[in-house]
């Protein structure tokens, strides 16, 4: 065998790889669809015609299995899938990914069921969070805190507990979901639950905004001019990643409506995020707005005095990632909104 290029590209420029010669084996990395490869990525890379599979070039999968801010752990505690053309190729593959990782490698029939597996489970977890988020919302107008709820719950051993929140974000989930709904519609099938729990997590940030305008109306303050307080706007806790974080959609969703935003966030410390600068430390800032919306459930927020929110000219707090106990803010006369927290 000759050697080996390990991928993460775009289908645009597969056919144009630095150093693919004859006698390459080719490893995908990067979360694809099932089939993909087999049904459109060969036939790329052969249109040189130098390249002839399973003749003078080979290629298999070995799909990156790494959380956000746990990659280095990630590296040396979770399996990696590998999978290939043939079963040989699988081995040596399988062997060379033994020099590098400690960790158990799962041989897969081929690529497409590898890139299946890695699929399935990250669009597991859309379709939960879609769950809780939408039984959220009813427990909101039932008075039941969710978050109670999935407390009790998780002490049931088969229960997985997923939470609530503002949105879905980040470079996986949303994107993971419509890559297999893409691969149905190619086949002609449907997969009505995924197409569900997408439009439930997509339209979470406005209900984010139904929720803050909701409690500007009971200290009957127009939102227009009003001051907000974003915390957090990276798309999950305690990462410095703004991807398709539903900080974004919350943000432009509140500016639209004539509010002045602005922002903190421990992991963009004076940044510019999404137009805006951020602030530098939260205690410049929280007397002069009117309102704070806990967007991301960074560790420091929960870490938070209650009572600091007083500080602000209108105390009105949402919080969509259960960082602030309602029974606390009662006690400190917030006006309060907690998402799923049975307001």
């Known amino acids: 065998m000759g050697r080996h290029v390990s991928l993460n590209r775009t289908s645009s420029d597969i056919g144009n790889i630095p150093g693919l010669f004859p006698n390459s ?74 020099f590098v990782f400690s960790v158990e490698l799962v041989e897969m029939p081929n690529c497409k069921t590898a890139n299946a ?10 379709i939960n969070i879609a769950f809780v ?3 959220a919302l009813m427990f909101e107008k039932l008075g039941i805190d969710t978050n109670k709820v999935l407390e009790a719950a998780k002490k049931k051993y088969n229960f997985q ?30 997969l009505s639950i995924i197409e569900s729990s997408r439009k439930i997590n997509e339209k979470m940030p406005d209900h984010v905004v139904e929720l803050t305008s909701d409690a500007f109306k009971e200290c009957k303050k127009s939102l227009e001019n009003s001051e907000i307080l974003i ?7 305690n990462v410095k990643d703004i991807q398709l974080s539903p900080a974004e959609h919350v943000i432009k969703k509140l500016q639209d409506l ?17 137009g805006i600068t951020s602030e530098n430390n939260i ?9 704070a919306i806990i967007v991301t459930g960074h560790d420091e927020f929960k870490e938070l005095k209650v009572e600091m929110f007083t ?8 919080d969509t990632r259960g960082v602030v106990d309602p029974s606390i803010a009662k006690q400190q006369k917030l006006i309060f909104r907690g998402l799923g927290r049975g307001n």
């Not at 004539?258 to 999404?274: K, L, M, R, W």
């Not at 500080?311 to 949402?318: E, G, L, Q, S, T």
């Open 161 to 190: 507990i997923h939470y609530p929140g503002a949105g879905v974000g980040g470079p996986c989930l949303p994107i993971n979901s419509y890559q297999l709904l893409n691969t149905a519609k190619r086949i002609g099938s449907r």
């Open 25 to 98: 084996l080719v490893i995908v990395e990067s979360t694809i669809e099932p089939g993909f490869i087999e049904d459109e990525m060969i036939s790329i890379i052969s249109k040189s015609g130098r390249l002839e599979v399973e003749k003078n070039f080979f290629i298999g999968v070995c799909p990156e299995n790494a959380n956000p801010g746990e990659i280095l752990h990630d590296f040396t505690n979770l399996p990696r899938l590998v999978g290939s053309i043939n079963s040989n190729i699988t081995k040596i593959i399988k062997t060379i990914y033994n």
């Open 311 to 318: 500080k602000m000219k209108h105390p009105i707090v949402i």
């Open 133 to 135: 988020s939408e039984l």
């Open 258 to 274: 004539g509010a002045n935003i602005h922002i903190y966030d421990p992991y963009f410390p004076s940044s510019n995020v999404f």
């Open 283 to 291: 205690e410049d800032i929280i007397s002069k707005v009117d309102a």
């Open 117 to 126: 597996v890695k699929l399935t489970t990250n669009v597991f977890r859309d």
């Open 231 to 237: 915390l957090g706007v990276s798309y999950k806790p």
